[in-house]
C-alpha cells in the first residue's frame, strides 16, 4: 500500500471543469447531522448560518450550510409531481425559503438524499427520480448536494463485494481485504459497477440543470471509489461516518494517509465531516483533527453546534495557516506522511497512524508533527527528512502561536502533549 506504488488516473472531472473553480477547492461549510442527527428545523440551520457570519467564519472562506438527513415528510411524493416535500413544520417556508435567507447572508446551502429508495433514515430517497430530484433542487436554489449510499434496490447490487480496509477486523489490520469468492478479480474496472453507474446517473442530471450544484458522492468508500470517484464529483466519501470518538478519528487518519495521491485539485477524499466541538474530544485532540483534515486537503465542514462552540475551537477552525494551505488556488496536493514515527513506515495502524506530514503551498511548506500516543512524547521534526526542503536552515512561523521563530537550523524538536499536533510553515532559507 505504498503512495508511491498506487496509480493515480487522470480523471474526466479535472479537464471537463477546468475552467470552473466550483469543486476545485475543499468544501468549507457546516452541516446539521453531528450535532443534530433527525432533530433539525429553520431554527437550527439558520442559527447555523448566523452564527458563520457572527463567529467570522465566513470571512475565512466557510460558505456552504448544509441540511443532511430528515428535511422531507416521509409518507412519499407528491402523486403529480413525484416530488419530494419538504417537511414544513420543520421548514414553515419549505427548501426554497431558507434557500432564500442563507443566499441573503451571502452563504450557500447544501441539501441530502440518497442512491436508493430511501434516505438513510427512512425518508424518501433519489434512484429512479433523479432528473425530477436534481431539477426540483435547481429550483430551490440548491447549491451542494450530498448524496448518500442507503437501501438502494437489490437489482443495484454489485457483482462483485466491495472491502474497506479499516482495521476492525484482523483479516484487515494489514489494511488488505480478505480474497472471498465475491472478491473483484485482479484489474476489475470499478468505474463499470453499479455502484459507479448509480452516482453517476444523478451527476448527469445534476449537471443538466442551469444551476451549479456541487456534488457530493457519499458512498463509504465501497467499490474502490478513489479510481472513479472524481469522474463524477470533486468529492468523494472513502469511508463510512465518523463519530466523535477519539479511535474513529485516528482510524480514518489512518486509512485516507493512504489515499493521498488520489487528493489534487477537483479530487478531494473525504474522511467525513469534523467533530471539532463534539463528544468528550480534547483541546489537543480537536487541534489535532483539524490540523490533519487540512492537510489532507479533506473538505472542511463543520458537525457542531456552532453557538455553542468554545473560543479554542473557533480559532483552531479559523486557523489562517491551515486554511491557506487547504484552499491553496495554485498548489493541489495534500500534504503527505514522510515518516510514521511510532510504527516503521507504510503501516496500516488505526491506532499510531502516521506522525509526520508535509506538503507544498503558495507560501512555504507546511510541516505537521502528531504524538498519537496516550502520554507526553518528543517530537523532532529535522528539515533534512522533509521530502521538499534540501537545506539547512529556514525562515518558520509556528501555525498555532504565529510566532516567528525567525532562522531555524536543522530542525525542531519539542515535547508534545498526548494527542496534540505541532506544525510549522517552513519559508525562505537563511
Known sequence: MHLDAQVVLKT?????????PIGKLPTLGWNSWNAFGCNIDATKVMTAANEVVNLGLKDAGYEYINIDDCWSIKDGRDETTHRIRPDLTKFPDGISGIADKIHALGLKIGIYSSAGTNTCEGYPASIGYEEVDAATFAEWGIDYLKYDNCFYPSNWTDTYASCIPDGSSPLLTNGTCPVTSRTAPEGYDWSTSNTTQRYRIMGDALKAQNRTILYSLCEWGRASVQNWGSSIAPTWRM?????PQWSRITQLLNMNSFLMNYNDHWSHSDPDMLEVGN?????????????????MKSPLVIGTALDKLSAA??????????LAFNQDDIYGKPAMPYKWGVNVDWTFNATNPAEYWSGVG????????????????????????????????????????????GCVKEGISKDVVSHDTIGYLVGEKC
Open 12 to 20: 474526466s472531472l479535472a479537464t471537463s471543469l477546468i475552467q470552473d
Open 362 to 405: 503558495s507560501n512555504g511548506v507546511l510541516v505537521l508533527a502528531f504524538n498519537s500516543l496516550a502520554a507526553t512524547a518528543m517530537r523532532e521534526i529535522k528539515w533534512s527528512e522533509v521530502p521538499q526542503l534540501d537545506g539547512t536552515s529556514y525562515q518558520v512561523e509556528d501555525i498555532w502561536s504565529g510566532a516567528k521563530l
Open 279 to 295: 463528544g468528550v474530544l480534547t483541546d489537543e485532540e480537536n487541534r489535532s483533527h483539524f490540523a490533519l483534515w487540512a492537510a
Open 313 to 322: 475551537n473557533v480559532a483552531v477552525l479559523k486557523n489562517k495557516y491551515l
Open 239 to 243: 469511508s463510512a461516518d465518523i463519530t
